[in-house]
Every structure is written in structure tokens, then in C-alpha cells.
């Protein structure tokens, strides 16, 4: 078993799929419900064995808890996730973060996954809200750098557990390469789009942020992505940033590579390259894109 992933009881799953314990048993006993059972005969479920239920029984999702209703605060969060109250889950996020409660956020991310909401509205009406909010704080001189960069951590983390319950397709639809340039000290949104391109079906090659332009040219002829994402959240030395950008550019230019780009940082940067196919401004580009 999984142990970095929460898993629950007989009752927990009740709970969340909005039935009874019977129920569970049944539908465990006749493979409709995957299960995992102790050595002592008991049954333990994986948030990816709901996730799956709920995806196959979509019915059972408009009276599903979506997680264990423990608290009276439990019940009000179970309740903005099934009115897709994204402003309020917001602004709990936002506060859970700097308290440094990564159960309490991982509820939310895991809630909303399970309550069929998709992966890149999830992303965009949810994290980078977030994620802004506590920036915003952070300029405004209301917390300090150091409770910045933990809660943006913690937000960070709490997405990358949460491919834990994603069921991603097998590649099928080519390569694709993930960069941020040399001088990119961000990455937590290059890995939402690495995410996004694997529930397409894409195999990711990810170099994250700093990614050097040494190599490249290797790198686009033996691996030959079909595509370039490139993220940039602030340009401290443009012209140097400006130029390594013209290089990929033309290396992809020359491979038939598509480029694209997203983040503040383009603001600065001029992307008008032939091999640029688009900016991308919201990770729903990313995901229809």
C-alpha cells in the first residue's frame, strides 16, 4: 500500500460515496468497488479506487461526501466543493497554506478531483488564485519571505500528491518537453502543465526551472519532442534571457518543434518567433490546447 497516500475505512468510504457500510461490502464483494484487504480481513481503500468508482458511476457522485466528514468544518467545506464555490475554497487554501496544514489543503485538491472537477479548473480557479493571494501578501509586507515561499511549497506539494489518485492514459501522443530558461527560479506552474500534458496522453520530458541552453540542440535531435512549453515567472537579465529564448526558438525552428509559452515573464521577453504557436494565459489553454 501506497504511503504517502491517505487511504479509508469501510466507513470513511461510506461517508464519502454517500451510502452505507453494507453497501460498501457489497459492492466490494462483487468487484464493482476496488478494494485492498489486511491481513486481518479488513478493507482499505486507496482515494484512486473512488476516484475510479466515481468515474464509472458518475450517479453516485451528486450525493458523494467526497472525503470523511470528522469536523462541522468538514461539512462546510464537502459543501462549497459540490457547489463549486471556488472564491470561498480559495480563500481557505490561502489561510491553511500559511498555517502550514497540508492535510486541510489536500483535502481540498483531493475533494474537488474526486467530485469530477477537471484537473486544469482545479488548477485555474483554485491553485494560481491561491498562489497569487499569497504573493500579493507577501508584497504588501503582511507575512514575511520565509512564510511565502513555505505555503507556496506547501501548495506545491499538495499537487504533486495529488497525481497520486490521477489515472493517466498511456503516451499516445508524442513527446513533449517542459523548460523554464536558465535564470527561472519557479517552476510549480511548469508542473502544472507537465501534469495537464500527461492526462492528455503525452510522455513529458521535464527539465524544470533553470534549465540550461547547453545541450539542446542534442537534446530536440535525439528526443524529438513534438512540442516546447516554456514558462517564465520573472526576467531579471533580459538580454541574456532574451537571447538563450532566441536560441531555442531556432533549434525548434529547425526540428519542426512547436513552441509554447506562458508566465509574467513573457511581458518582457519578445515570443514573436516563427516557431511560437501561442501564449498561453490559462492552464484550460494548456489542457484543450
Known amino acids: 500500500m501506497k504511503t504517502d497516500i491517505q487511504s479509508f475505512n469501510s466507513i470513511e468510504a461510506a461517508k464519502i460515496l454517500g451510502v452505507n457500510v453494507s453497501t460498501i461490502k457489497r459492492w466490494t464483494d462483487s468487484g464493482k468497488l476496488e478494494c485492498i484487504k489486511t491481513a486481518g480481513g479488513h478493507r482499505k481503500f486507496l482515494p484512486e479506487h473512488l476516484a475510479k468508482f466515481l468515474e464509472r ?7 458523494a461526501s467526497l472525503f470523511p466528514l470528522d469536523k462541522k468544518a468538514d461539512l462546510h467545506i464537502s459543501h462549497l466543493i459540490m457547489k ?13 497554506a ?3 496544514k497540508h492535510s486541510a489543503v489536500q483535502k481540498i485538491l483531493n475533494g474537488l ?3 469530477q472537477h477537471p484537473l486544469y479548473q482545479i488548477y ?3 491553485v494560481t488564485p491561491a498562489l497569487h493571494g499569497i504573493g500579493e501578501l507577501w508584497e504588501k509586507g503582511r507575512i514575511s519571505v520565509v512564510e511565502e515561499h513555505l505555503a507556496t511549497q506547501l501548495l506545491r506539494d499538495s499537487i504533486v500528491r495529488l497525481q497520486g489518485i490521477i489515472r493517466l492514459p498511456a503516451p499516445q501522443n508524442g513527446i513533449a518537453l517542459c523548460l523554464g530558461l536558465s535564470s527561472e527560479l519557479h517552476d510549480l506552474a511548469l508542473k502544472m502543465v507537465h501534469h495537464l500534458l500527461e492526462l492528455r496522453g503525452y510522455r513529458v520530458l521535464y527539465g524544470g526551472q533553470q534549465t540550461p541552453v547547453i545541450g539542446m540542440e542534442k537534446l530536440l535531435a535525439t528526443a524529438r519532442p513534438e512540442r516546447i512549453y516554456i514558462s517564465s515567472t520573472v526576467v531579471e537579465f533580459g538580454m541574456m534571457v532574451q537571447r538563450e529564448f532566441d536560441e531555442i526558438c531556432r533549434l525548434a ?5 512547436h513552441v509554447f509559452v506562458g508566465g509574467p515573464g513573457f511581458d518582457q521577453l519578445d ?3 516563427p516557431a511560437v504557436v501561442k501564449r498561453l494565459y490559462t ?3 494548456v489542457f484543450q490546447g
Open 253 to 257: 525552428g529547425e526540428t519542426g518543434t
Open 283 to 285: 492552464f484550460e489553454e
Open 113 to 115: 478531483y474526486l467530485g
Open 84 to 96: 463549486s464555490d471556488y472564491p470561498a475554497l480559495v480563500k481557505i487554501v490561502r489561510k491553511e
Open 124 to 126: 485555474d480557479r483554485l
Open 271 to 273: 515570443y514573436q518567433r
Open 57 to 63: 458511476n458518475k450517479k453516485q457522485t451528486s450525493r
Open 98 to 100: 500559511l498555517r502550514g
